[in-house]
């Protein structure tokens, strides 16, 4: 919160209008808490709640509607009242909790994923000193407050510290919430002549907080400013929208966002439980308006920490047109050490992954380095040895396979030892596979039928 003071970014919108109804969300999030999951979109409200689908629908009343006080979620939680120390959390870190996303709540409790990203937690106290408020140091590197400038070519902007719901997980908790605010048109004037000055930027980041719960036409005026740089070719937009306030994705919204293309999006599913029915049209809505969709995740202690649920999360997310992107490992901020698995967790569930689905839906598992050292790839290990003339690698069945260097040649003065070879034959070429026992691929080659082998050429892979 110290370091909010830091990134001035202007007021110039306060958003969502009206203040949040004290008790009306009080009195509407609870049946959401205690109503099994979201897809109330076709909200039979009428006969199990008092709210009208038009209401439900409305992003600005789920906003109005958000559950921020400790008073308002106790009613239907009451254990989190024991706690002495959780006015503390909610002070220095605030709480939302959209209607919408307290639906996908199954279990009222920390056991449950959506109950751990979105309610409060004593543990956010804990404050090892190995935690800081901005471990990236975004804060070194804005040439213009609020605008990040890391790599060459890319510039991350911060348009609002605003959010429909603040992720218990947050990297910005620094700054989200603390200051329901946006960019001002001053600052704004100031980003342009900055990427104005710097045509190696080609690729601008519009982040937060999130964008998407500023207002369209607020919007509009932060993306037009932005498109005006001749040297700007790829606009993206990051937002967790999709997934805490499916319904802000109206047709008006897509209409506008695709006056600026090329424009991607990027979302951030973490759990398989959040790709509702909603969440999955809004989705669709956006596909369909020409935006390619990535999804940034975020591996979370007690929420995804978990080859399976990943996988079920990455199916699911190719089905819905989004490319899972980044699986981050969670970085270094205070408040969030409860969240915090190993590096090892993640290099497990990249494991898992590889050969057990399509190359497409394996989003590459990345540690944003402290210090503000950008993403680093962290990879199973593929490459197991290597000589001049081959290098040795494994793939996800534990195959053991040779790679030729161009114009290697095996040298003919190493003769093969008598045993079976092993990495060393491999590396000199002396052998070009090991194959693992019991393989089912292999297995499933011997049963194909003669007749339906190939030649390997064309015809015969086509013709009778
Ligand atoms: S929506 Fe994004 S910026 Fe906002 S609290 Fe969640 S993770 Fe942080």
Redesign the pocket.
């Known amino acids: 919160m110290q370091q909010c003071e830091r990134v001035e970014i202007g007021v110039a919108e306060e958003q969502a209008s009206e203040p949040p109804s004290p008790l009306r969300a009080a009195e509407d999030a609870p049946s959401a808490l205690s109503t099994r999951r979201g897809d109330k979109t076709a909200l039979p409200e009428e006969k199990q709640h008092p709210l009208n689908a038009a209401q439900w629908s409305d992003w600005r009343w789920q906003i109005r509607n958000r559950i921020r006080t400790l008073e308002q979620l106790l009613p239907y939680v009451p254990s989190l009242g024991a706690s002495s120390e959780l006015p503390k959390v909610i002070a220095r870190y605030p709480m939302a909790i959209t209607p919408y996303y307290a639906t996908l709540i199954e279990r009222a409790d920390m056991s449950d994923p959506v109950f751990r990203m979105s309610v409060p937690n004593v543990q956010e106290l804990y404050d090892p000193p190995s935690l800081s408020d901005d471990p990236l140091e975004e804060h070194e590197d804005m040439p213009v407050p609020g605008l990040v400038h890391r790599y060459r070519d890319r510039a991350l902007l911060i348009v609002t510290t605003m959010?429909s719901?603040?992720?218990r997980?947050?990297?910005?908790k620094r700054i989200?919430?603390t200051r329901e605010s946006s960019i001002s048109p001053h600052r704004l004037r100031q980003v342009v002549e900055y990427l104005t000055a710097h045509p190696e930027i080609s690729d601008v980041i519009i982040s937060?907080?999130?964008p998407l719960t500023m207002s369209d036409a607020h919007l509009e005026t932060v993306l037009s400013a932005v498109r005006s740089v001749p040297s700007v070719q790829i606009i993206r937009i990051g937002t967790?929208v999709p997934v805490?306030l499916p319904m802000r994705i109206t047709a008006d919204l897509t209409a506008m966002l695709k006056k600026y293309h090329p424009l991607w999006i990027n979302t951030?599913f973490n759990h398989p439980n959040e790709l509702s029915t909603q969440a999955k049209a809004a989705c669709a809505a956006l596909a369909d308006a020409g935006i390619p969709l990535g999804n940034q995740t975020v591996l979370l202690r007690g929420v995804n920490d978990s080859p399976q649920i990943i996988e079920r999360l990455c199916r699911g997310l190719i089905q819905m047109r989004v490319r899972p992107y980044y699986l981050y490992q969670c970085d270094l901020v205070r408040g969030v050490e409860h969240f915090r698995t190993s590096i090892r967790k993640g290099l497990e569930i990249m494991e898992y992954l590889r050969g057990r689905v399509s190359g497409i839906a394996i989003p590459l598992f990345v540690v944003d380095a402290p210090h503000g050292g950008g993403k680093i790839p962290v990879l199973p290990t593929y490459v197991v040895s290597s000589s001049c003339t081959h290098t040795v690698l494994r793939n996800y069945e534990g195959l053991l396979v040779n790679y030729p260097e161009p114009g290697a040649e095996a040298d003919p003065s190493m003769t093969a030892p008598a045993n079976e070879p092993g990495v060393w034959e491999l590396a000199v070429g002396q052998a070009s596979v090991i194959l693992p026992a019991r393989n089912t691929r292999i297995k499933r080659r011997e049963k194909i039928a003669p007749q339906n082998r190939t030649k390997g050429d064309a015809q015969s892979l086509l013709d009778r």
């Open positions: 959010c719901m603040y992720c997980h947050c990297t910005r989200a919430g937060g907080g999130d967790r805490v951030h």
